[in-house]
């Protein structure tokens, strides 16, 4: 593999610096320093990660474009609404995507596909239940593995302009252990017997009710007012 670029690193630096400021403002949106209607301080961003104004803008695109912010002209960045309907949402589209996915892989399923989901799975399975960070990056494995088999360029595109959230929003997901491995199970069963709208209706359910978690943890911390 060629060495990078001076113009590469630049844009890996780049990268690099909106994510984390994609990041910043998620968790302060999710602990509620950030709240429905609030103007966003760009320098003040800035000056918390040490970042120029470049990447914060670059980061709030991308923000603005997975309808977390609005721009208003002349008058700045603002939050768009964050309550219990709108978290609700994000959660139903990620999974109506996610099912699409899986749906697609169970109608052309792959034998080396199936090997690794599989062990990946299995791998779930006999992971410690307190080990979320662990848990957490086998569900996205599990689930990346299946979106690039089974999705097309435009719906891998579409998953992962979505996703942006999911690592904030996954330590409000308080479900058992066994729960999550179940919910997964069910999925790659489904996928193998080749009944993919069984597939999708199920990961459909599963982020559903990750959904409900997360909105009845942040009511419950008082960042979403109960509806």
Same mark, same amino acid.
């Given at each position: 593999?060629?060495?990078?670029?001076?113009?590469?690193?630049?844009? %890996?630096?780049?990268?690099? !610096?909106? $994510?984390?400021?994609?990041?910043?403002?998620?968790?302060?949106?999710? !602990?509620?320093?950030?709240?429905?209607?609030?103007?966003?301080? =760009?320098?003040?961003?800035?000056?918390? =990660?040490?970042?120029?104004? %470049?990447?914060?803008?670059?980061?709030?695109?991308?923000?603005?474009?997975?309808?977390?912010?609005?721009? @208003?002209?002349?008058?700045?960045?603002?939050?768009?609404?964050?309550?219990?309907?709108?978290? =609700?949402?994000?959660?139903? /589209?990620?999974?109506l995507l996610s099912g699409l996915a899986v749906r697609r892989l169970a109608?052309?399923?792959?034998?080396? &596909?199936? +090997?690794?989901?599989?062990?990946?799975?299995?791998?779930? @399975?006999? &992971?410690?239940?307190?080990?979320?960070?662990?848990?957490?990056?086998?569900?996205?494995? /599990?689930? &990346? &593995?299946?979106?690039?088999?089974?999705?097309?360029?435009?719906?891998? #595109?579409?998953?992962?302009?979505? +996703?942006?959230?999911?690592?904030?929003?996954?330590?409000? /997901?308080?479900?058992?252990?066994?729960?999550?491995?179940?919910?997964?199970?069910?999925?790659?069963?489904?996928?193998?017997?080749?009944?993919?709208?069984? #597939? $999708? +209706?199920?990961?459909?359910?599963?982020?559903?009710?990750?959904g409900r978690t997360v909105v009845r943890e942040l009511q419950r911390r008082?960042? /979403?007012?109960?509806?």
């Amino acid at each position: 593999m060629a060495e990078p670029t001076s113009r590469d690193q630049r844009r %890996l630096v780049r990268t690099k !610096t909106s $994510a984390a400021v994609v990041d910043y403002v998620l968790e302060q949106l999710f !602990t509620g320093v950030l709240q429905s209607g609030d103007r966003i301080d =760009l320098d003040e961003i800035g000056d918390a =990660l040490g970042l120029s104004r %470049l990447p914060v803008r670059e980061a709030l695109v991308m923000l603005e474009r997975d309808g977390i912010v609005s721009t @208003r002209y002349h008058r700045g960045v603002f939050v768009e609404p964050f309550d219990a309907a709108s978290i =609700l949402d994000d959660f139903e /589209i990620m999974g109506l995507l996610s099912g699409l996915a899986v749906r697609r892989l169970a109608e052309a399923p792959r034998p080396e &596909t199936i +090997a690794v989901l599989r062990g990946l799975v299995g791998r779930l @399975r006999a &992971t410690k239940p307190a080990d979320r960070d662990q848990v957490f990056g086998l569900v996205s494995e /599990i689930m &990346t &593995t299946e979106h690039r088999s089974g999705g097309s360029r435009r719906l891998r #595109a579409e998953l992962r302009a979505h +996703a942006g959230f999911l690592p904030q929003a996954f330590q409000y /997901i308080d479900r058992s252990h066994r729960a999550t491995v179940r919910a997964h199970t069910q999925v790659l069963d489904a996928v193998v017997a080749g009944q993919g709208e069984q #597939a $999708a +209706a199920y990961r459909l359910d599963d982020f559903r009710d990750a959904g409900r978690t997360v909105v009845r943890e942040l009511q419950r911390r008082g960042v /979403i007012g109960r509806q």
